[in-house]
């Protein structure tokens, strides 16, 4: 899931990507992932909102 989160944030079509965001694009590609989930591993992998 991280190598999705990062495919994310190289071709980002928003100015950024929080966790809201984030968690909307990976449910759209079919994972079941909440918000909590999508956050923590955010912060376990230092991506931060720019």
Do not use: W
């Given at each position: 899931?991280i190598n999705?989160?990062?495919q994310?944030?190289r071709?980002?079509?928003?100015?950024?990507?929080?966790?809201g965001r984030?968690t909307?694009?990976?449910?759209?590609?079919?994972?079941?992932?909440?918000?909590?989930?999508?956050?923590r591993i955010?912060k376990?992998?230092?991506?931060?909102?720019?």
């Amino acid at each position: 899931m991280i190598n999705y989160f990062y495919q994310l944030e190289r071709n980002c079509p928003y100015q950024s990507y929080g966790r809201g965001r984030m968690t909307d694009e990976v449910q759209e590609e079919g994972i079941c992932v909440g918000e909590h989930r999508v956050a923590r591993i955010m912060k376990q992998n230092n991506l931060r909102i720019v």
